[in-house]
């Protein structure tokens, strides 16, 4: 758990701050232990700051592992085939697996998606341009000059 240690007191807040920032936002972790208990149940603030620390150390844990593999190979994005490899490498294999499951149906929905707004994006411009076509007003340069030279 968290041990503020007095850090109000003194007005220091910045270990606090640390703190906060690290950690997954309190009500998030409680929204998704909710999700699996029955309806009635009540959760206390020490069960939720408990699960908060640790959930948020499992992450740091892991992306730390995949960070460290990505400097290894020079690269600055951690992506999520390295999050897969750093579950595996710390021996997390009975979650990697249905993990990698996961990314590549994720995959696949982004691709097809991307793909939907591609030809949504296509018709859209065809229709601008056919309604633009449609809309044109002939117009003369002479009338262009003609105007432009009453405004001077």
Partial sequence: MVDNGGAGASGDDGGVKLEQDRLLP???????MKQILPP?????????ETIQECASEFISFVTGEASEKCRTERRKTVNGD????????????????PLRRYL????EMEGDRANQEKHANTDNISNIADQEKDASVPCSSSSYRNNRGTRM
Avoid: T
């Fill in 40 to 48: 009635n149940s009540k959760i206390s603030k020490e069960a939720k």
């Fill in 26 to 32: 309190i009500a998030n972790v409680g929204r998704i």
């Fill in 82 to 97: 390295d999050v897969c490899w750093a579950m595996e490498a710390l021996g997390f294999d009975d979650y990697a697996g």
């Fill in 104 to 107: 590549q149906r994720y995959r």
